[in-house]
């Protein structure tokens, strides 16, 4: 971001404002509570059914009482306290087809519900235990079952208050009791959590912003841990990570302060070769032969050299300017290949150039020549480090059209390419072959290639030294063809 006095500011970065263990904390404690409400619902109607059920017992035990004499007579005492005891309005015992009752109120009230506490199903247990939490209070309901094993049953009508009273009393209970297990296992869970998981978190998270700030620190690489789970993965990647970046942000600087040294030197050069371009054309007004000779090509070189000169200082900028195709012929830029070269005949290596006079394509006649002159001094240069004098050291130039694709083919029976040059080819400062090089001549002639929509590739076809390919899309066989027709016959119009 740039401020009002035009200056780079770093972003801001703080710590986090909502922390993720406070957050971890309170869901834990949400989770646990749901939980003990899942469990809370079913224990409701479980208290129910065994409230009833007891009530149901009691009014058991005194049919015991009841059924042992068929003529006696209970006292109206000892109903009254059965009564009392169940809090039931009535209690009933069922013998076969005839019934005893222990004690019948002068009325019976409206019964809202029938409930058999030995056959019932649990969703309309769970049902029925809300209804008389939420809405009970004056209204009855008949309870009936089984007497243990026997065939006898008993029965008994009762009022919902005491029994609505006993489940907020059991629901208070619960309540308190699942908040205080649900602080305590949520407590637990965090520290478990906070100590496996949050504070690796955290450390990295503080990492992360230290590198941020300081990226070139050696300091604010994290240090690994020895775990072997997710975390201490990514530890181990947040590292490595961190020193790959801290190694490209030194060769970035690196790179940055070589462009601007070349900058300063490619300003001053300029200036050395337009002093040197002037003195060419002087010596093309010289009749010497030998001078006539040579000068074209001093002038074609110095052009090179001058254009070179400044597509380096707009390299910053624009990068490479977009090839200018024209058709071509081919020989002709290897032939000022072959004599840039400069190759030494004592030096043993045979330039062998198999293009015929008449082959053409369409392309950038200056872009061609940089990339056919960086592949063949890097050949140049890996077969003068070969000292055996029986080795044959050549490089080959050939040609070939497939379709509407021109192939050039340079191969040289040098010591080859080193795996390391391999893995970063056409990577500047990376793909280099011998000691001391920078690389820079394959990546340009890749980028050159790739500005024509070619491409070049370092084929694996050679035991013995380096093959690449250059594949340019070129007008079709018949369409030059067609062209060459044409001008061999002027008088024939020429359609576009």
Request: proline content about 4%; overall charge neutral.
């Amino acid at each position: 971001m740039e401020n009002a006095n035009g200056l780079t500011s770093e972003p801001r970065i703080s710590e986090p404002r909502r922390r993720l263990s406070a957050k971890i904390l309170l869901l834990t404690i949400l989770f646990v509570m749901i939980a003990e409400v899942l469990i809370f619902v079913p224990s409701m109607a479980n208290f129910r059914m065994n409230w009833l059920s007891e009530k149901l017992n009691i009014a058991a035990a005194a049919s015991v009482l009841i059924s042992s004499d068929a003529d006696l007579e209970v006292p109206l005492k000892v109903q009254d306290d059965v009564l009392m005891a169940t809090g039931a309005k009535a209690i009933a015992l069922r013998i076969g087809d005839r019934a005893k009752f222990i004690r019948l109120s002068d009325e019976i009230p409206p019964l809202y519900a029938h409930v058999q506490v030995t056959d019932f199903s649990a969703l309309v247990a769970i049902r029925d235990a809300f209804d008389t939490l939420l809405f009970g209070g004056d209204r009855y309901i008949r309870i009936y079952g089984p007497i243990g094993e026997s065939e006898n049953h008993i029965e008994m009508i009762l009022s919902e208050v005491p029994l609505r009273d006993a489940m907020l009393i059991y629901a208070r209970n619960v309540a308190i009791l699942s908040l205080i297990i649900s602080l305590i296992t949520a407590g637990l869970v965090f520290m478990a959590i906070n100590r496996i998981a949050i504070r690796p978190i955290r450390r990295m998270t503080r990492s992360m912003l230290q590198f941020s700030r300081t990226p070139e620190d050696p300091g604010a690489v994290i240090t690994t841990s020895n775990r072997n789970d997710e975390l201490g993965i990514a530890e181990h990647e947040l590292a490595a990570m961190q020193i790959q970046l801290q190694g490209t942000l030194k060769s970035q600087k690196r790179l940055a302060d070589l462009g601007l040294a070349v900058s300063k030197i490619n300003h001053d050069m300029r200036n050395v070769l337009a002093a040197a371009q002037l003195m060419s054309d002087r010596l093309s007004s010289v009749s010497d032969p030998a001078v006539q000779r040579f000068a074209p090509k001093l002038v074609r070189t110095l052009d090179r050299a001058v254009s070179y000169s400044e597509n380096v200082l707009s390299y910053g900028r624009a990068g490479e300017a977009a090839p200018k195709r024209q058709r071509i012929r081919l020989a002709s830029i290897i032939h000022d290949v072959e004599e840039l070269l400069g190759i030494d005949p004592d030096s043993g290596i045979e330039f062998s150039a198999s293009v015929s006079d008449d082959f053409e394509l369409d392309a950038d006649s200056d872009q061609l020549f940089r990339i056919l002159m960086n592949l063949c001094r890097n050949s140049v240069e890996a077969m003068r480090s070969v000292r055996e004098p029986a080795t044959v050291k050549r490089l080959s130039i050939s040609t070939a059209r497939i379709g509407t694709t021109a192939l050039i083919s340079i191969e040289d029976t040098g010591p080859g390419l080193p795996a390391k040059a391999r893995e970063n080819l056409f990577s500047a400062f990376k793909g280099s072959a011998r000691a001391g090089g920078t690389g820079l001549g394959l990546a340009i002639a890749h980028e050159l290639v790739a500005a024509h929509g070619g491409s070049l590739e370092l084929r694996d076809d050679r035991a013995v030294g380096a093959h690449f390919e250059i594949r340019l899309p070129d007008a079709p066989v018949s369409l030059v063809e067609e062209r060459e027709r044409r001008n061999q016959s002027p008088g024939l119009p020429s359609h576009r």
